[in-house]
């Protein structure tokens, strides 16, 4: 039975309420063990690179341009910045090539900034640095964040992306306000794509701070779910037109299009800043692994390369998204209690019950077996303010499973809800 909460009756909503409260104990007494927590590629993902493991021979060594099994070069192999500079559409002197993560470079750009500053700069981040976190979005980028001690002031996400209007009048009146993440494309978790008025107000958008940055997260730049993926505009060259060529920080990985524990992490940015980074990182180290970035080459060679091995990824996944759409479809939305979104690329979805209710439904689906993603997990500091949203990540559980999580959490959400409306 599914019909409008809010407009039921009395009587029809306790009715209600006592077969959903049947149906969670029936829930708790199957044993269920699922987890939803992280957008995790499943088995049958990480198997498509398996070929990877052997791609590399005497002769692609040889053919290299240096040898990557030695030290040295620290911005990555030529050939790795050259296919990754198609991937982010830029040049390949603006890309840095590193290790397996980007939340790892990320993190290390922000510490570089805190400790020395940043071209434009007067000097440290330290001492009061402030971002702006569009949310709900990516539960990391807040913790490099309050690790390091940069305040998060939080601005709400549209269907273009963040507020502009909002992030604007912010950024124009703090200086102490250094810099914005952003997840542009299927946005972690909304799944929505920056729109092409969004990225130019972001490029060109005054600043009390000089030395303001993006941190331009683009994780899912080719993880589409249809054959006509929204366009997204190239942030490094609308910054370049609008005079702030140094504004982006540019980030990637093939975290989640390789192996996920041994990917390829890239950045990109201008010349200044890349050679700022450069700079700091020769300190740090002799140089990545580029042993692991020509195997990424020999496996994928080009761009073309990359985006055929994308749809095979998303042969895998969007029945798994078309399950979860679909549940939610059959026995949330006539209810009226809670919205999806939408997501035709990325690896979540994002969804929104009552005022009062996330925590609740969390609590609800661990006690039926399914693991969720903590609520409060989109917003700085773990604190939605609505108590109210929840990330869904379909990737990891088999198909058969992602239905049984659904039945959990659909009737969870039905539960909490109907216990606030009570």
Not at 149 to 177: C, F, H, Q, R
Not at 224 to 252: E, M, Q, S, V, Y
Not at 393 to 415: R, Y
């Amino acid at each position: 039975m599914s019909f409008s909460y809010r407009d039921a009756s009395a009587a029809d909503r306790a009715a209600e309420l006592a077969r959903v409260r049947a149906k969670h104990d029936e829930l708790v007494g199957r044993g269920l063990a699922l987890d939803m927590t992280r957008g995790k590629p499943c088995r049958a993902q990480l198997d498509l690179c398996n070929e990877m493991l052997n791609c590399l021979g005497a002769a692609e060594l040889a053919a290299a341009s240096a040898d990557p099994r030695n030290y040295g070069g620290i911005d990555g192999l030529a050939e790795a910045k050259q296919l990754f500079a198609a991937y982010l559409g830029v040049e390949p002197a603006e890309v840095i090539v590193g290790g397996n993560s980007s939340l790892t470079m990320m993190h290390d750009a922000m510490v570089r900034a805190i400790l020395f500053g940043v071209p434009d700069g007067a000097g440290p981040w330290n001492g009061g640095a402030r971002f702006v976190c569009p949310t709900p979005g990516y539960d990391r980028h807040f913790t490099v964040c309050e690790h390091l001690g940069v305040e998060m002031t939080a601005v709400a996400m549209t269907d273009d992306g963040p507020d502009m209007a909002e992030v604007e009048a912010l950024v124009s009146s703090d200086p102490a306000i250094k810099g914005i993440w952003c997840v542009p494309r299927y946005s972690n978790p909304t799944g929505i794509t920056y729109s092409d008025e969004t990225v130019r107000r972001l490029a060109a958008m005054k600043t009390a701070a000089p030395d303001f940055r993006i941190f331009w997260d683009n994780a899912y730049a080719v993880h589409h779910l249809t054959d006509t993926p929204p366009p997204l505009t190239n942030i490094l060259d609308a910054c370049k037109r609008a005079g702030n060529p140094n504004r982006p920080l540019l980030f990637g990985s093939t975290s989640k299009i390789s192996f996920a524990g041994a990917g390829v992490a890239i950045m990109a940015a201008s010349a200044d800043n890349v050679a700022d980074q450069k700079r700091h990182m020769a300190a740090q180290s002799i140089g990545p692994d580029k042993v692991n970035q020509l195997r990424h080459v020999a496996f994928f060679r080009d761009l073309d390369g990359i985006n055929a091995h994308m749809r095979r990824h998303a042969e895998i996944i969007r029945p798994k998204f078309e399950a979860v759409a679909a549940a939610f479809a059959e026995e949330l939305e006539p209810t009226g209690v809670a919205t999806l979104s939408n997501p035709v690329g990325g690896y979540f979805f994002s969804l929104d019950a009552l005022d009062g209710t996330a925590g609740r439904i969390v609590a609800l689906a661990k006690e039926a077996g399914v693991q969720l993603t903590p609520a409060g997990s989109a917003y700085p500091y773990g604190k939605d303010p609505r108590d109210r949203n929840l990330r869904l990540a379909p990737t990891l559980p088999e198909p058969d499973e992602i239905a049984q999580a659904m039945e959990v959490v659909c009737n969870s959400v039905k539960l909490a809800c109907l216990e606030q409306l009570d």
